[in-house]
């Protein structure tokens, strides 16, 4: 990609020149709480760059001043790619957005919605219907987040660690547990916004759950990611893995 004038793709300089000071004002205040060390900024629109910017250091014990070029950690991409992975797939025909993935996936027929009660305690309920593709393409499962840790004053964490579903060290292994984990909400009920459609453990490799009740098995969720869009992009790692420039 290269940099050009922001107008000639459509875009301000005059407020794109408003990211620079808010970002040194958020990296001065985050950076004397202890929550960062710098940030890099890009702006790109019609294939060329129109802002970029690094802010804050790339080292806090030597003092290296962060730079645009700098490889840092990006979190959460495995969702956007595990649905283009799954979305190649749709159109291969190899499954339609409303199947549910109990078809792919056994088990999750069987998933349970936690009801709050008003003694604060939750009783499970089955779910209203399936969880289908549409439902995690759109982030409206209901699944929720949690359970890393025992959390005996939040009876949803509580309930979600008991599973043990973090607990594994294997794709298979987890999706094995995840059907015991009680769900927030059943899928698409109106006002349904659970945002994790996907789970993703960069220290354990797990791949994103389209990817996971798309392909059914660790071994074809490896296939979609390095056979259909890594390795034709010359890309030869994998999700979590650092790779040198």
């Known amino acids: 990609m290269h940099y050009v004038v922001p107008e000639q793709v459509g875009m301000s300089s005059?407020?794109?020149?408003?990211?620079?000071?808010?970002?040194?004002?958020?990296?001065?205040?985050?950076?004397?709480?202890?929550?960062?060390?710098?940030?890099?900024?890009?702006?790109?629109?019609?294939?060329?760059?129109?802002?970029?910017?690094?802010?804050?250091?790339?080292?806090?014990?030597?003092?290296?001043?962060?730079?645009?070029?700098?490889?840092?950690?990006?979190?959460?991409?495995?969702?956007?790619?595990?649905?283009?992975?799954?979305?190649?797939?749709?159109?291969?025909?190899?499954?339609l957005l409303d199947d549910p993935i109990s078809r792919f996936a056994p088990g999750f027929e069987r998933m349970k919605v936690a009801v709050s009660q008003p003694d604060g305690s939750l009783r499970l309920e089955p779910l209203e219907s399936e969880i289908t593709f549409r439902h995690l393409l759109t982030h409206t499962s209901g699944l929720g987040y949690g359970g890393r840790a025992p959390s005996p004053d939040d009876p949803f964490n509580e309930l979600y660690y008991q599973c043990g579903a973090w607990q594994v060290d294997t794709l298979a292994e987890f999706a094995r547990r995840l059907p015991s984990a009680p769900w927030r909400s059943s899928p698409g009920r109106p006002g349904n916004t659970a945002w994790v459609s996907s789970c993703w453990r960069p220290d354990r490799g797990h791949l994103g759950m389209p990817s996971m009740c798309t392909c059914g098995s660790a071994s074809l969720a490896r296939w979609a990611w390095r056979y259909r869009l890594c390795h034709p992009r010359g890309q030869a790692g994998a999700p979590g893995h650092h790779l040198q420039p």
């Open 14 to 95: 005059a407020r794109l020149a408003r990211i620079n000071p808010a970002c040194s004002a958020m990296w001065t205040a985050r950076r004397a709480r202890g929550q960062l060390a710098g940030l890099v900024t890009l702006v790109a629109r019609r294939g060329s760059i129109v802002h970029h910017e690094a802010f804050g250091m790339s080292d806090l014990e030597s003092g290296r001043p962060m730079r645009t070029d700098d490889i840092v950690c990006l979190w959460s991409m495995s969702k956007p790619v595990t649905s283009v992975a799954a979305l190649m797939l749709y159109e291969e025909g190899r499954f």
